[in-house]
């Protein structure tokens, strides 16, 4: 790297800042006019036709969709007069495919400050990388802009003096850079006059090493190696295309008649959302071509334009087609492996004869001084994507074969390298870098194997197709998708719609666990892509999406298929009752998920998440809520009817809340929702969150209980400063936030036994319970010898006083030797006292009380020990994109220990019920076996002890096969052999 500063400016070594100022007005006014005037000229007339007719780039421009991105995965829209205001120093990327419309975005920012449209800056630099990668010698900032427009070097210094921070630098095509180590070893450059290769000086323009103050928008394909040189967190923003709205408006401009056709064509509309398409299409509208058949896939387009051009641009050629394909895609090919678009004409001359006369390159004008002779490009980066394919399928078998192999094993190195890579940037960036630059040429492969429409093209001009590379592309698509089930899914299922096979379709995704397209929402085309592959599978086991509601609309008749699914959305529309429904009667889709990316705050009123799922012909509905205070309600019911009621009356007060801007007094909301509640049919279970539970609310709930037969549970997760007023004479451990209190209420005299513990209580007449399940100190313990916990420990209290006794469901299995050594402790200002239970039962340990705080089951310890009736719990975890087994968590635990409980600690896992009850002896080694064979159990054996809490870690965890739907479990005693608990069949749902 070089580094002459010997040549200096005389405007930056000999006048001081104050000077500038008063020159700087005199002179810039005239210079900068004269730029405006010359950016003002060169796109007014700068876009031309294949058939020569000029357009102005403000008549062609039509306004994309572009989205903003946030760290938390949430995006909103932006326009283009936006992009730049209000991130200060900080760069703008924007992001888009090949032909999403980067350059004519960065073009049109160009001509709206030109047209002094945007007057918050003084001055814009347009750097095209494509352009500056063809500057071999090095060169300072200073002379690389002046390159770039009409400024003299110093005017340009004097601008960048002046006031840095309206400076704006467009880099244009950051792909384009050919990075090498060099990046990452380089020392900073800081002096706008330190010479350089053009793409250092650029990245230390990136990195903020030089004009840190300036604006700074660049425009990429790809964003790893972008993210790793700039500082900071940038402003993220990616083109999704045109909106149906805006394709109609490209049309209705130059093609009003025409545009009935593509409206026709779903497929084809869809295609339009990507700009290069719409361009396409009304290139082959101007020469008359037939647009109503066989455009189904990007390849197909690209084929027929192909056609269309050789028909109507190339009859005079001296070459045969075949011979002018190949020698495009060999050149095409060149440039993808060495990342080059710019060609200088003696290249081009060796392998293209007459490339004047070619309709698929563009002439460079030399009017810019980087380089004197003439360049060549292709039309459309896209095209050289195409070529590059077209390419391999016409070279012979062998030749063929190799370069497929080559291409598949640059991409597939690419991804497993991103997996690995440095946080900073290095070698491996590289590669990562070319990887995805390469993988359009993959799918444009997979779509020239398309047996339908492709192989008339090669036939009418003659050509051989080299018919290997097909079984070659699905083997590794077969692979791979294995293997990426999240980064790289969308670009597989891109490949799998080009290759439009269906029965190909359904064997790849129907084996695959887990499909996770939740990184970024999803665009048109992708949507497309997406619906086509739903529709050649019976079903999908588990499907993660970040969709818009305009592209839910397009999928929800598909997204039944899936067995669970995922939605990350911006907002929740009405119409996703039509998925809530399908989720609900079960018949593939059994677990719904719906979640609202929070990009406004909180604002009350917002529907913030939706879950559904079904189990034994009882649905869970949770439905997350900003209304209010209260934020979760979960629902269990055995009809759909009632969910859907549910969730409309959730939406009326949403608008409600917006409407007028109500706020509900604390506990009004949970009153209202109850009120609601008893009419809701089959309702089984209700758990609400995060409530406040206020004496109004508190007295709304037995009249609930006693409208709602069918209820068998009612859980108040509480929260709030007004619990802590009403509950003060429960003010023992209710300092702790998010609590789950279980409210028990008993409507009368008699015994109630609550569903989730066993525990009974005996009540003197009406009233309400409130307990719940707390962890022991074993240090209370220390004074009492020889005892040990025989359950858990509850802390209960009563309002009203009319508690008399309480029942204790316990796990011992009587005998002789054991049937004196329970006890219940109570304790009580710090001490504990232990009573000796009024009757022992097979199940339970009754007691009478006097007053209230916390109980809990004791036993003496005796030896040998005796065995307790002991629950074999499953968990199993959920699957991630890189996990290759399915992963069980085996609990053994004492039978009195609240399933609740263990699975409030494993929410995240899916419980599988099974018949769990066995018994085991406290201090003896079990060992847990598990088919089919080539499944892991770790540990081989392990003691099996009494635990009652805090935690409940698993006893074994088993690894097997993630395509294994259902394995047997048993286990055995490690000493005897003895299987006691004999092999069960476990079935993954
Ligand atoms: N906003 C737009 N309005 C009208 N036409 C557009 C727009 N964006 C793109 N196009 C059409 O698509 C073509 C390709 O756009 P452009 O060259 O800007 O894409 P790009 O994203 O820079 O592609 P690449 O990454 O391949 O360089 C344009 O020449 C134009 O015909």
Known sequence: MGSDTS????????????????????????????????????????????????????????????????ENGSFKNISVDRLLMSYGAMPVILQGDSGSGKSIIAQKIMLDWASETSRHLNVVFYLRCEELMCVSEEINLIELLSYSCSLTSDQISQMLQHSPEKVLFIIDGFDELRLTQAIFDMSAITDPLQKAPPEVILCSLLRRYLIPKSKLLVTTRTRNTLNKLLKGQPCFTEIMGFSEKKVETYF????????????????????????????????????????????????????????????????????????????????????????????????????????????????????????????????????????????????????????????????????????????????????????????????????????????SFFEKHNMAVSVNIETQLKEWISTYSQRYQNEHMLFILHCLYELHEKSFIRKVLEKLVLIDLSNSPLKMTDCWVLKYCLQCCEHIRNLKLHVTSDNLKMLQPELSRCKELWLMMDHIPDDVVGLVSAAAEGKILNKLNIKKLDNHGKLSGYLSGISVSVRDGDITLSIGTSVSNSSVTELTVTSPHSLISTIDWVKSQREWAFNSYGYLSSGQHEVRLLTFLQSASGLKKVCLHDSLLTKTFASEIPSFIQACPSLIELSINVSGQLMLEYTQSMKTSLEKMGWTLIVFVCAHAGQFQCSLTNLVFVMEGEGEVLYRV??????????????????????????????????????????????????????????????????????????????????????????????????????????????????????????????????????????????????????????????????????????????????????????????????????SDKTEGKEVWVPRRIVFT
């Open 774 to 971: 707390d962890s022991w100190d074993l240090r209370l313990l220390d004074g009492l010898g020889q005892m040990q916990p025989a359950g858990p420990l509850y802390n209960i209290d009563c309002f009203n006083g009319s508690l008399s006794g309480l029942h204790f469901p316990h796990c011992e299995i009587l005998s002789e030797e054991n049937k004196d050594i329970l006890a219940v402790a109570h304790f009580t200002g710090g001490n504990v006292e232990t009573m000796k239970p009024l009757k022992v039962t097979e199940t339970h340990v009754m007691t009478d009380i006097r007053d209230l705080s916390l109980f809990g089951l004791l036993k003496r310890k005796i030896f040998p020990s005796c065995p307790v009736i002991v629950q074999v719990i499953l968990f199993l975890r959920p699957i991630t994109a890189r996990q290759r087994d399915s992963i069980l968590d085996v609990h053994l635990l004492p039978w009195n220990v609240p399933l609740s409980k263990v699975q409030g600690q494993h929410k995240e896992s899916t419980h599988i019920t099974t018949s769990s009850k066995c018994s085991l002896i406290p201090g003896s080694e079990y060992s847990l076996r598990c088919e089919p064979e080539g499944s892991t159990v770790q540990p081989m054996t392990e003691k099996f002890e009494c635990n009652f809490g805090p935690n409940y870690h698993p006893t074994f965890e088993v690894f097997v096969n993630f395509n294994t739907e259902e394995v047997r479990l048993s286990l």
């Open 7 to 70: 040549k200096t400016c005389p405007v930056l070594k000999t006048r001081t800042l104050e000077d500038h100022s008063d020159d700087f007005s005199r002179l810039s006014e005239n210079a900068l006019r004269q730029y405006k005037l010359s950016i003002k000229q060169k796109y007014e007339s700068e876009w031309s036709s294949l058939s020569d007719e000029q357009e102005s780039l403000s008549a062609l421009y039509n306004e994309p969709v572009i989205i903003q991105k946030n």
């Open 252 to 455: 209705q401009k130059f093609f009003s008649k025409e545009y009935d056709c593509v409206r026709a064509n779903e497929t084809l509309l869809t295609a339009c959302s990507i700009p290069v398409i719409c361009w396409i299409i009304s290139e082959m509208f101007r020469v008359g071509a037939d647009v109503t058949s066989g455009l189904e896939t990007i390849t197909s387009i690209h084929v027929d334009f192909v056609s269309t051009l050789l028909e109507h641009h190339c009859q005079g050629l001296s070459q045969s087609v075949s011979t002018l394909l190949r020698s495009l895609g060999q050149l095409a090919e060149r440039g993808m492996l060495e990342q080059q678009v710019l060609f200088d004409e003696k290249n081009v001359n060796e392998i293209i004869s007459d490339p004047d006369g070619n309709p698929f390159l563009c002439r460079f004008l030399s009017k810019r001084r980087i380089r004197q002779e003439t360049m060549f490009t292709f039309m459309y980066h896209s095209f050289q994507e195409f070529f590059t394919a077209l390419y391999y399928v016409l070279l012979d078998e062998e030749e063929s074969q190799r370069k497929v192999r080559e291409l598949l094993h640059t991409v597939e190195r690419g991804w497993a390298l991103s997996c690995w890579s440095d946080r900073d940037f290095s070698m491996a960036d590289v590669e990562v870098r070319q990887s995805k630059l390469l993988q359009p040429v993959i799918l444009f492969l997979c779509g020239l194997c398309k047996k339908e429409w492709i192989p």
